[in-house]
Structures are given as structure tokens and as C-alpha cells.
């Protein structure tokens, strides 16, 4: 392709960017097909939407994947999506209020509690989603898994004070907020690919200093996350190092010298040479 097919394809997109419009390729629109059959599908969309999209890849080839793999034996799934999601969204969107009924670890059962929701939150650890949002009973932050949840109705809600909740949980939130700096040993960037797929889950950074040929990533997690931090800190081996973050350094410091004593070698005498 010359420059002035990539001018004139440049032109073309953006102005279908500018008018709203979205170009789909013949395999997306298979693909679309195929992931509309799934069980989760009707939860994911409007039954008017789930309508549309159907009728649109009516006449589109599907994909027949029966015979093409063999799967083996594996852990029961969990699925990314939550049949409550869609209707999340739209009461934080809305920044309205809801009344939920949700349970606890030990069983106990909490029915008809006002809340206001703020966040959405999905743990790529441990594969679930978390409700973000404020007790209006109780004036409490609180964090809960969908799972947990039973039910949950909208309810309306003053926009003013929607707007002092979301400034103050969202204050708490960056309270709760921690912070590492982790050097990669020169000898291992040509591993980088690996280390910052280690840490895809949480919030970063990364800078270069050319003059020393190294590669810092700037971390911020929340507080609790900071043992997932040191797993796969202890995972990358000697290809990583911690540089600033006091917590970390002394966690690491803790888990190195347990590991030693555990498997430090006695220095026994040496054996008298046969005669």
C-alpha cells in the first residue's frame, strides 16, 4: 500500500468515525453469530437488542465447532458476566439509588438495604465481580460480590446528593490506594513481554532510562491486593526487584528468610577418608 492509499483510507475512516458509523468485517459478524448462541448471551443484551442483532446476522454463515476441537477435562468455569451487570450499569449511570438483598460469608441474610452504588469492579484474580457502594443506613463503604446479591430495585435519588457520595467514596477509594516501584534486572528485559503480563491485573506504568538500559513499572493497587502483588513478585524470580515500597520489601525480606531457614543446608563434617 502506497501513501496515498493510506491518505485516502485515513480520510475514509475518519469521516466514518465523525458520522457515528462502524465498519464490522464478515469474520466479526460470524464470530457475533456464533457468541449470540451462548447461554449467558440473553443476559448480556436487551431482548430488543438480542432481536436486532439477530435479525441483522440472520442470513450470515455460522461457525460449526462441534467436531473441530476435543476439550479436556478442566475445573468448572466461571463465567465473566453477570445476569445483574446490565442492570448495574444503568442505575450507576443514572446515579440513582437501589434497595438490595444480599448475603454474607457466614450465611446471614441482609434484606431491603438502601445503598447507593458507585463502581462496578472485577477482580481478575479471583475471577468476580464486586458492587462498589454506600450503606445509606448504616454510612458505610461497603463491597459486594454479585454472587452474593439476591435482589436489587432502582430507586430515585437527589442528584446533589449523588454528587457528594460519589466525590467521597471516591476519596476513600484513593485513601485505601498503595503504591510500589519494581526495577527489571537489565539481564531479563528482553522479557518485559512476560513481566508486564504478570502484572496486566492492576494499574501501571512504565519508564525507560536509556543511560542505564532499565525498565521501571509503577504500580497502584488497593491495600488488600498486596499479597497478590508479592505472588507474582515471588513468581518472576530474580527477573524483578522491589525498589520502593517499604511493605513489599519487608514482606519479601520475611518470605526470603523463612525460605532459607526452611531449606538451608546443615554444614556437616567431612567423613574420614578410608584407610
Not at 513481566?195 to 512504565?206: G, Q
Request: charged letters at 30%; aromatic letters at 10%.
Amino acid at each position: 500500500m502506497n501513501l496515498f492509499e493510506k491518505m485516502f483510507n485515513y480520510q475514509i475512516i475518519s469521516r466514518l468515525e465523525d458520522s457515528g458509523t462502524f465498519t464490522v468485517t464478515a469474520h466479526e459478524r460470524v464470530w457475533l453469530k456464533k457468541m449470540l448462541e451462548h447461554p449467558s448471551a440473553p443476559d448480556a443484551f436487551a431482548p430488543s437488542t438480542m432481536e436486532k442483532l439477530r435479525a441483522m446476522l440472520e442470513h450470515e454463515t455460522g461457525y460449526d465447532f462441534a467436531n473441530a476441537f476435543i476439550e479436556k477435562a478442566r475445573n468448572v468455569e466461571k463465567q465473566v458476566y453477570h445476569p445483574l451487570l446490565r442492570l448495574l450499569r444503568r442505575v450507576i449511570m443514572n446515579r440513582n439509588a437501589l434497595t438490595i438483598t444480599f448475603q454474607v460469608k457466614d450465611g446471614r441474610s441482609f434484606s431491603e438495604q438502601r445503598g447507593f452504588p458507585f463502581k462496578l469492579e472485577y477482580s481478575m484474580v479471583k475471577r468476580e465481580w464486586y458492587l462498589l457502594w454506600h450503606h445509606l443506613g448504616k454510612r458505610a463503604f461497603m463491597s459486594t460480590k454479585l454472587q452474593n446479591i439476591v435482589s436489587i430495585t432502582e430507586e430515585p435519588f437527589p442528584a446533589d446528593e449523588a454528587t457528594r457520595l460519589t466525590e467521597r467514596i471516591a476519596s476513600i477509594l484513593e485513601t485505601r490506594k498503595d503504591t510500589a516501584l519494581i526495577e527489571v534486572v537489565q539481564a531479563y528485559n528482553k522479557e518485559l513481554s512476560r513481566i508486564l503480563y504478570a502484572f496486566s491485573c492492576f494499574d501501571k506504568e512504565v519508564s525507560y532510562d536509556a543511560d542505564t538500559d532499565t525498565y521501571r513499572i509503577a504500580l497502584t493497587f488497593l491495600g488488600d491486593e498486596s499479597e497478590t502483588i508479592l505472588s507474582k513478585i515471588r513468581f518472576l524470580g530474580k527477573r524483578v526487584r522491589v525498589i520502593e515500597s517499604g511493605k513489599l520489601q519487608r514482606r519479601m525480606l520475611e518470605t526470603a528468610t523463612k525460605a532459607l531457614e526452611r531449606y538451608q543446608q546443615l554444614e556437616k563434617p567431612d567423613a574420614e577418608a578410608p584407610l
